[in-house]
């Protein structure tokens, strides 16, 4: 039988966060420490800290790195519950790109690995970024031009990323690069670990973007001649793309939760302003035109939130989602753009002010529609899979 119901627990744990989010993390949105490149480190911490005495500091991690060990279709409730604010993912510590790489990590890395790297991020200590895309190289199409050559007992990674959300002050850097062939190992693709201070990585200069909810906001780094000790590859040499869809299948999901929790603040903000806002001798949510905007809302929300579960339901049956993730990305992304668009027409010119978030929802949820695969490419991916070829 198909329930759509939630548990107990699940409803509890929504409740829990519906009022954390409500009156501890909203207050800080005005705050000034959130900058055109995301929330600063000190108000990250100052706002994990609050997540830490609330019992909901990463509640996706498996209980022995400190979380709830939920199971994705309860992740999902969580994080659309943490979404409802841009900082409640951050103040969680379920945010991208820390939440995927923390996924990552806890399949892959030794532990050794998860000792050095991956328990102060579990902890919140710190933060984590992946540098995979590449200016000119590696992007939908993932063919990497960053090199890693393997000499003595190091290898030494040489090239240009960008994109590379919250490098800037974070405490572990997982690297994408190629292994050539002719060096006496598997060639192809792998991932490294390395401290993003080390000497051989250059942060060439900030990007200034649409977005603005990620701490550390989104780098270019130079790669010169960095050497990271052979111990540090991530998993094994030459197997880096499969570890990208350990990755990525969950991540995917993991931005739909969150997105969905910001689209439904802004449709509950142009509710609120319906209901409230005359024009022509009534309310504007009476006039049909601003009425069905807002019914389109509720089914666009209630359809992402769907095949989000559904999606989620998939992961949780042990499938790998590949195919599930995609279609569930491509289209609550683009679902999730539809109800950010109409809440800024709702409001008419405060739609665009950043009086409310609104605004920034409209923005951040423009900028998923590209990361995490474009629409394009999934639905080229898609297409491929059910046609068989
Ligand atoms: C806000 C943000 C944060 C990001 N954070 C990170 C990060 O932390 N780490 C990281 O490594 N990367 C990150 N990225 C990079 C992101 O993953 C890439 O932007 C994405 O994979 C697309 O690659 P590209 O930008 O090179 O686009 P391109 O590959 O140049 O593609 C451009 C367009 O071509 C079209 N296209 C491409 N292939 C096809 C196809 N097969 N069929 C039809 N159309 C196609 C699509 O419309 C696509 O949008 C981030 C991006 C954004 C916007």
Redesign the pocket.
Known sequence: MIDFTLTDAQQDLKERIDAFVAEKIIPYETDARNTAHGPTDELRVELNALARDAGLLVPQLPTEWGGMGLDHVSTAVALEAAGYSPLGPIAMHCA??DEGNMNLLVKVATEAQQDRWLAPVARAETRS?????EPGG????PTLTTTAVPDGADFVINGR?W????AEGAGVMII?ADVPEGHGVTPGATMFLSAPNAPGIEYVRPLD?I?SS?TGG?WEIAFNDLRVPAEEVLGAVGEGFRYVQVRLAPARLTHCMRWLGGARRAHDIALDYARKREAFGKTIGKHEGVGFMLADNEMDLTQARLLTWWAAAALDRGGKGRHESSMAKTAVSEALFRVADRSVQVLGGLGVVDDTVVAQMFREIR?FR????????H??AIARRILGS
């Open positions: 991208a790109p970024c992946f540098a995979m895309t590696a992007g939908s199409d990323k994109l590379i959300t919250g994408m973007t977005d990620f989104h900028a590209i990361y995490d695969g474009p629409s394009e490419v639905r080229w």
